[in-house]
């Protein structure tokens, strides 16, 4: 078992920056992919960052490339998503997640077994 915490949410205007952090603790050695995902109302869950702890690839939805970054903080066991140059758009909740094994599309949030309870991040014009 996983168990995933998410912070660092909140209220920013267009142009700011957030960032947030997802404290892991439990078997999380056997995790292959830690990510973040995010859901607007009304909308499917989509990947926006993920990285294969393994060799530390990373992986960014279009929408997000050039302003996001992921990280992870082994000795914390925590991961972290830097969100620079926010916009409405970026207005969902955010959730960390993980999964045991491979994956040919590490974005794909049906792949992910462990979730946090999510995190509100809302940007206003």
């Known amino acids: 078992q996983v168990q995933l915490v998410e912070s660092g949410g909140g209220s920013v205007q267009a142009g700011g920056s957030l960032k947030l952090a997802c404290a892991a603790s439990g078997y999380t050695s056997a995790m292959y992919y830690m990510g973040w995902f995010r859901q607007a109302p009304g909308k499917e869950r989509e990947g926006v960052a993920v990285?294969?702890?393994?060799?530390?690839?990373?992986y960014y939805a279009d929408s997000v490339k050039g302003r996001f970054t992921i990280s992870r903080d082994n000795a914390k066991n925590t991961l972290y998503l830097q969100m620079n140059s926010l916009g409405p758009e970026d207005t969902a909740m955010y959730y960390c997640?993980?999964?045991?094994?491979?994956?040919?599309?590490?974005?794909?949030?049906?792949?992910?077994?462990?979730w946090g309870q999510g995190t509100q991040v809302t940007v206003s014009s």
């Open positions: 997640a993980a999964k045991g094994g491979n994956s040919f599309y590490p974005l794909r949030a049906s792949d992910y077994n462990y």
């Open positions: 990285i294969w702890t393994r060799f530390g690839a990373t």
